[in-house]
């Protein structure tokens, strides 16, 4: 029997991409260049539909774009499900009030300029309450972020010196022309979106990403491979909510108006969830996906029927049929399906990577032909379709 | 010269004592077998070596320093790294990023936030692919493969690790005749370059093959540790194999009766 050399001589670069390539996966120039074109056509939105009925539409999507990637980083990377990011919304919201508030910023581009702050805040608020939520496994940690949301929203009305309690914080309309008003919005939030993404990709693709899902998939074996799950879990959670913070704040200067309910909402959490979900969570691309398309839908239901909660049996209606269609949400299921007639038009066509990627330079035992792989009892999502 | 010391360990269950005053020492450099029939305590005190399990009472040291109580994490970065015995990889992972959670996590912060797909960490993943014969499938889920092949990435995944001791609970279950020839090879030859091993296993000829020194262990504690042939004639150890258990079974049937 062969014996295999432990060192081996080094391999050529070329050679073990070809070992590992996904052969279904889209080719990176392919995967840019749509990234590239969804971002054209959504930095050119605003500039065809100038309707401010339209654009406030949009102002609100893009807000929801920019707190799904933050919270997909976390929640939908590692595996804790939080409904508790209403905490680091409305962190964001109240410092950007305060600050304009005790810092006599006048209304306009310096309210924007004081958004950094608000993800701080956020950021640092994060590691308190990390700290105490994250001592928990999944299910008492979804349990435990909104118990902490309320704590929030109690200390919100009931420090009316601070707060303003129950009657809420302004924060004065900047006086840019009706027309063009929702515009900077837009684009804050649209680039503020892009750099959550970019975070959100760069996390992927490094050591501390995959701990994450090594952490989402199996927390006591990836500690047992030297991961120091809490730290990392706790870096993340922070790197989430400093984007929700800038959301937040954001929030605050397009609306005009913080009050503790709607800023320490649960609602908030559903909806970044739902977005997650039906988008493809853990995915780049899922949570982009959920708030463009159900960001709008959303907010439409909410004007349609906004006086009563009937919205929200809608809402939960077509999430729960959603779930039963695409149980894994929309791209991973798109990309699965996508797999196996790439795969059928291959054994069609005789053509294909199936006898390639075998290794040539292998002298391990012959294990014959890999069993098709068997459908596990639950569904498995794919990553970073 | 012995590199991880057992001393005293006990841990209970509710009612059932696992380990129960269990001392016992595993040797530097060399492949060090632990059998003992089924329920003796043996993934119990794997469980406590590498800090998945506190102790009830004793200590655990490696290398003279004192590990009892720590982390699996800090004793993953003490250099002692483990599989299962109920198989544990990352399902929803390819296996290529399977491979990457465990290697080369010792560079602090920095080095985290660097890709986890370099040239250099590829080039050694693809080669432990290679021995396990898993290369086909490096882009697939890990939770798509059979048993047998979960097992052996369970076994790849650690060894990339490099740790300075490898604790295997049960490597052979499940993996084919030819593969286990091969996979004993690979152990020798890890063993050669200066990684102890710890194996539990139940495959008496596997572990009498590949072992320089096996240790017995009997509810909860040592009852003899030796060369191979030496255990192999041990009366203790089979009594403790046949004795009691027969006798149960001899009563309970005699009850039956
Ligand atoms: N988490 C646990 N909770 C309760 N009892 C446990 C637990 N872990 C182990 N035990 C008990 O401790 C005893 C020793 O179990 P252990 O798994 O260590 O045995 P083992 O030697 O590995 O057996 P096997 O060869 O069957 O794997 C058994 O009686 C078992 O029932
Ligand atoms: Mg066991």
Redesign the pocket.
Known sequence: MAVIQATPELLRPSDIDHAFRDPYALSSRTRGISWVGLFAILAAFPLVFTNPAVTSVAVFTMFFLLATVAWNLFSGYSGYISIGHAVYYGLGQYTVALLVLHLHIAAGAGELGVLPLAGLVAAAGAVPVGLLVLRVRRHTFIVLTIAVMFIFQLLAFNFPSITGGSTGLNVPPPAWSPYSYNLPFYYVALGTAILALLTSWGIRRSKFGLGLLAIRDDEDRAKGLGIKVTRAKLIALVISAFYVGIAGGLYAVFVGQVFPQFAFTPFYDLYLAVFSFVGGLGTLAGPVLGALVLGPLQQYFEIQFGATTLYLIIYGVLFILILLLLPRGVVPSISDRYRSMLAAHWRKTGRGPATQGGSSLSQGPATGPAPAPAMPAEPIVREGA | MSLIEVQDIA?A??G????DGCTMTFESGKINGLI????????????VVTGY?RPDRGQVAVNGEGITGLSPDKVFGRGLGRTF?LTRIFPRMTVVENLHVAAQRAGGFRSELSRWSSTEERSKSKEVLDFVGLTRLAAELAGNLSYGQQKLLEFAGIMIAEPQVILL??PAGGVNPTLLTHLATRIQALNGQGTTFVV?E?DMEFVMGLCHRVCV?HQ?RAICAGDPETVRADPMVLEAYLGTDMREIDDAEAEVV
């Open positions: 841990k269950y509710g059932i004592r696992a380990l003992g029939p089924n329920g003796s305590g043996k993934t119990t005190l794997f469980n399990e015995q609970d049960e539990v139940h262990m909860g």
